[in-house]
């Protein structure tokens, strides 16, 4: 098992930066691939961003590309997600999840969640 739990969130104004965190616990953190997703009331989850277990290879949702960016430092157990010029579209509720290994966009396929930081950004 491995237990994830997000932190970072909160209000923020349109255009500023957060930094959200995922500390990992339960197995070697550097076995598993990271992701970040993110889902608004009534809608889908969707894929944000992911690292693969060594920080090189990562990938970006259209919407981030460019103002997210995600990574690890295996030393902590943790993965990132610096959130720069926000958008009040971006305000919903964020989680990470892992994987093990390799990089990949689809929820299916992680097998480990969080409980989710909210992230607000006002206009």
């Known amino acids: 098992q491995v237990q994830l739990v997000e932190s970072g969130g909160g209000l923020v104004q349109a255009g500023n930066s957060l930094r959200l965190s995922c500390a990992a616990s339960g197995r070697t953190f550097s076995n598993y691939a990271m992701g970040w997703f993110r889902q608004a009331p009534g809608k889908e989850r969707e894929f944000v961003a992911t690292i693969n277990w060594s920080g090189v290879d990562t990938s970006y949702a259209d919407s981030v590309k460019g103002r997210f960016t995600i990574t690890r430092d295996n030393a902590k157990n943790t993965v990132y997600l610096q959130m720069n010029s926000l958008k009040p579209e971006d305000t919903v509720v964020y989680y990470c999840?892992?994987?093990?290994?390799?990089?990949?966009?689809?929820?299916?396929?992680?097998?480990?969640w969080g409980q989710g930081t909210q992230v607000t950004v006002s206009s």
């Open positions: 999840a892992a994987r093990p290994l390799r990089t990949s966009r689809y929820l299916a396929e992680y097998d480990y």
